[in-house]
């Protein structure tokens, strides 16, 4: 029993965040203002764990080493936009970590491990954001895995909050960072399965929330393009190095991710134009390409 009951914790956390992703998902839109404000965070997150969900299946594979590698291999590939690759890095990094009835310090290991993989992945890291969240919850400590896992999900709900006043265009719009809230609802899961004493957690209540107080007129507004999304994959034997395509991409726009399992690349950007960025990449014989506009919410006029 005990060689499947992690994987099955595992798994009945992934459908539990799949279920929270898909009702925070308006909120966590609204939420979206960094680091461009198209307000798509929500869908990401839901698309990227709904494609994890589905191809692990409703039931726990025989051992956990078949999870693990699913995990990583639906996240490099079908990871949504910059915050749902980012978190599919950190999803990656914390499976690669768990071994079977983990100890509370294996679980921090784990969390550690996520923390850095998805550090790892941007090429301009900010603090204020779902890696701060993530360095959070990897100081977690308890005597217990229950006591560990809720300490996790308690440090990242407090970082969350704290993300409001660490970068200035939350703080200039008065929301904390929307894929810092989508992490705390993961860490959330976990510990409601692990622990089996659901809590109701400060990143619930930012979900939660409604968008506007009561009495606040309908916004007019008008969506404009301030750029475009690429995300692709490519063969690493394509590239000199994964250092060396952050540097190209990084000549193109910002918002660079890119992460790679050993044979692949899964790589994004923010560009204001892309074409340029398509014929650049054209060589590395890319697949899975993905091409959205970034659309921008204004206020318009009566």
Not at 201 to 217: M, N
Not at 284 to 300: C, D, H, M, Q, Y
Request: glycine residues 8%.
């Amino acid at each position: 029993m005990h060689r499947v009951r992690t994987a099955d914790h595992l798994v009945q956390t992934l459908q539990r965040f799949a279920r929270r992703a898909a009702r925070a998902e308006t909120r966590l839109n609204e939420l979206n203002v960094f680091p461009v404000a198209d307000r798509d965070t929500g869908t990401n997150v839901r698309k990227t764990i709904e494609s994890i969900v589905n191809e692990v299946g409703s039931e726990p594979p025989d051992d956990l080493a078949k999870l693990v590698r699913t995990v990583g291999q639906v996240a490099l590939r079908s990871s949504r936009g910059n915050s749902g690759l980012i978190l599919g890095q950190y999803l990656t990094g914390f499976f690669d970590e768990i071994v079977e009835d983990p100890w509370p310090e294996e679980w921090v290991g784990a969390l550690q491990a996520g923390a850095v993989k998805a550090r790892a992945a941007v090429d301009t890291p900010e603090e204020g954001t779902i890696l701060t969240v993530a360095d959070a919850a990897a100081r977690a400590t308890g005597t217990t895995v229950p006591q560990t896992l809720i300490d996790a999900a308690s440090r990242a709900d407090q970082a969350v909050i704290r993300t409001q006043f660490q970068l200035d265009v939350l703080t200039h719009h008065g929301v904390v960072d929307a894929g810092g809230v989508a992490l705390s609802l993961f860490l959330g899961a976990l510990a409601d399965v692990v622990s089996n004493e659901p809590e109701f957690t400060i990143a619930d209540r930012v979900v939660t929330r409604p968008a506007r107080r009561k009495g606040d007129a309908d916004p007019v507004a008008v969506q404009v393009v301030v750029g475009y999304e690429l995300q692709f994959n490519c063969a690493l034997e394509t590239v000199e190095s994964a250092d060396h395509l952050q540097e190209m991409l990084r000549a193109f726009g910002s918002d660079v991710v890119v992460a790679s399992d050993g044979d692949t690349l899964a790589a994004h950007v923010h560009a204001p134009e892309i074409g340029e960025v398509i014929e650049a990449i054209l060589g590395l014989r890319p697949f899975n390409i993905r091409v959205e506009a970034l659309l921008e919410t204004r206020a318009g006029r009566m």
